[in-house]
């Protein structure tokens, strides 16, 4: 999700970022990093995991397997986030807003592993709800009307994503309301305080 979200950012509505400047195969290597700190380094670690016998399947289905990989995952989005924020000098000045996402993915994944450690909330309507509510605040918050198609597909997929989940019998109603709000929260809460 973060991959997609920043790709939109990215390539869609750059300005907003402050990166509009930044030629687009520039763009598109800050979107690898982007890739390799949020997707690649966590799913790794996972696989380690499971390889190791920590967790027992790569699905995370149970609390126990939960626990651990969403709390090492919060630590590697809050180390991307520092990265981003404080030691790439360049982008941490033109463009803050991206450690500030970054780091607000962590505390919603830090709060998944929390609710985790006695309840299975959805992270798949985390990740949806985090990214709609990034995109519906950033538009409310400038007026960029270039997002409003994106937007609907997202809420779309949103709807595809919850719906899957239900029909997987992976979660309960209530399981995948609570991610959606949650990631909406998160995301609304950080775009208005700090952007």
Known sequence: MPTFLFGLLLFRVPTVLGLDVFSPSLRLSLLVLIFVGTFMVPSLLIYYL?????????Y??????????????????????????????????????????????????LFVGLISLSWQISAHAVGIGGVVGIISSLMLRFGLTDLFIPLL??????????????????????????GLALGLLVSLLTVYWFF
Do not use: C, W
């Not at 499971?50 to 790569?58: C, E, F």
């Open 50 to 58: 499971y390889r190791s016998g920590y967790v027992k399947s790569l």
């Open 60 to 109: 995370l289905n149970t609390l126990a397997d939960r626990r651990l990989p969403y709390f090492l995952t919060a630590l590697i989005y809050l180390i991307t986030a520092y990265l981003f924020t404080f030691q790439m000098q360049v982008l941490s000045t033109m463009a803050p807003e991206i450690g500030i996402i970054i780091g607000s993915i962590a505390v919603s994944i």
């Open 153 to 178: 597909l997202l809420v779309m997929l949103s709807g595809f994503v919850a719906s899957a989940r239900l029909q997987l019998n992976a979660h309960t109603p209530a399981q995948v309301s609570a």
